[in-house]
């Protein structure tokens, strides 16, 4: 039920409103004076202020402005004779929903009331909706406690407030696209758009019409204009996907606009100021790709303002348990969901963490997802991970199933590969530490990374 204050130093006018107002279900609170309705903003859940123009002490306009600096959002309507609709147009100016002129119709002032306040639900609605979004993206939220994430997360800690270009490297599926989401809603662009534009998904000429936008009749099917994705991510980000899959022609156009923060229409000639913020990812290395002539270097370098790269989960093993944990949750809370699976058991796990994810982190949420929804038990099993997964699984040598012809060399070199390539990845490439989980040297790794050609 809404609450409405009442504001006029009308001894009699504001109850006579609350009636009217309690008729059609509105709960009402009444001020004579607009220190009185201060009061009740700072102490009370207000969600419409009607109030007079003319009052002694702090004026309508005056209670509007101290109004918007407590609460922007809440609707104001003003009351006001006919003498005073200057005032009132004054107010209107200064962020009042409207004004009604006394007297007035009961229904007329309903009528307003009731599109107002419907008006102030979709704006909160939207605020909440926007600071769930704002969570989700946090880099806090950013599962995973490996040295590779902790530098990522310090990243978007310092770059996010700034307006830097950030490039973002990183093999498909490891989650470029939710640091650039992290990015952008921590930084002050927050609560403007961010727009994305996979550059591999449209053809040269589209994709053209689709950044730029174009005018009317600017070529055959252009029944109207349209606003390309430039002009829709002003004041806020734009987030450019694969952008080595851009073609030069259009590397040479997004590097005037970086430039000149200006551009034109497809078939226009009028310059529009542009204001965003650019992101942009790829998983190929952009430097190597500027030395084989498919990337523009003076490009390159307008991006690479802050690079960062994220790190494939083979190279991450410590964050798998984590991220399993997060995907069970993610898919047992659904309410389209009938699971009863709550974790996964050792060697389930040990299986996940030994294999290769080249799917990275995407791979692993399409499996246990499929898992969550397969299993029939409280806890993931082997045999409720897909065939290629099981495939993968390291268990206890069988020297029975060793065939008669393979040789002892063969069989050993295979056994320390398997290991090698295991302690590589539970410690997250880093050799010292793969080296003492294996109880050799840090030398003799060396020497069996380049034998077995271990990257």
Not at 347 to 376: F, M, P, T
Not at 405 to 420: C, N, Q, S, Y
Not at 436 to 446: C, P, T
Request: charged share 25%; glycine share 8%.
């Amino acid at each position: 039920m809404e609450n409405i204050l009442i504001v006029d130093d009308e001894k009699n006018y504001p109850k006579i409103i609350g009636e009217i107002l309690g008729e059609e279900g509105y709960t009402s609170l009444t001020a004579s004076s607009g220190m009185e309705a201060l009061d009740y903003l700072n102490t009370e859940i207000i969600d419409l202020v009607l109030t007079d123009v003319k009052m002694p002490g702090i004026s309508g306009i005056q209670l509007l402005e101290k109004i918007k600096e407590i609460n922007p959002d809440i609707p104001v309507i003003i009351m006001t004779a006919y003498g005073s609709v200057e005032k009132a147009v004054e107010a209107m100016h200064k962020g009042a929903y409207t004004f009604i002129l006394k007297p007035f119709e009961n229904q007329a002032l309903i009528a307003h009331i009731a599109k107002a306040i419907s008006v102030y639900r979709i704006v909160q609605e939207n605020n909440i909706l926007r600071e769930a979004v704002s969570s989700r993206y946090s880099f806090d939220n950013i599962i995973g406690k490996s040295k590779p994430m902790q530098e990522i997360y310090e990243i978007i800690k310092k770059v996010a407030p700034s307006n830097a270009s950030v490039l973002i490297e990183g093999e498909s599926g490891t989650g470029k696209e939710l640091v650039a989401k992290s990015i952008h809603y921590n930084s002050l662009r927050k609560n403007k758009p961010l727009v994305a534009v996979n550059c591999s998904a449209f053809a040269e000429t589209l994709l053209e019409s689709e950044l730029f936008g174009h005018e009317k009749g600017a070529f055959t099917g252009a029944s109207a204009m349209k606003k390309g994705r430039f002009e829709i991510s002003d004041k806020g980000t734009l987030f450019l996907d694969e952008i080595a899959e851009l073609p030069i022609s259009l590397q040479v156009k997004l590097l005037r606009v970086l430039q000149e923060k200006t551009i034109e229409r497809v078939g226009g000639t009028r310059s529009i100021f542009v204001d965003f913020r650019l992101i942009a990812a790829t998983n190929k290395n952009l430097e190597d790709e500027v030395k084989k002539g498919n990337f523009r270097e003076d490009l390159y370098y307008r991006l690479n303002v802050v690079k960062t790269i994220v790190p494939p989960l083979r190279e991450r093993s410590e964050d798998i348990p984590l991220l399993i944990k997060h995907f069970i949750d993610k898919y047992t809370n659904g309410i389209d969901t009938l699971s009863t699976v709550s974790g996964i058991n050792p060697e389930a796990l040990k299986i996940l963490c030994d294999y290769q994810w080249k799917g990275n982190v995407r791979e692993l949420e399409n499996i246990i997802e499929r898992s969550v929804i397969l299993g029939s038990g409280n806890m993931i099993t082997p045999s409720d991970l897909p065939p290629q997964v099981r495939q993968n699984m390291s268990s206890t040598l069988d020297l029975d199933g060793i065939p008669e012809d393979v040789g002892l060399a063969e069989t050993l070199a295979a056994v320390e590969k398997r290991m090698i390539q295991r302690a590589m990845n539970l410690s997250g490439n880093v050799q010292t530490k793969a080296a003492q989980l294996l109880g050799i040297g840090k030398s003799g790794l060396n020497q069996k990374l380049k034998k077995f050609n271990i990257g």
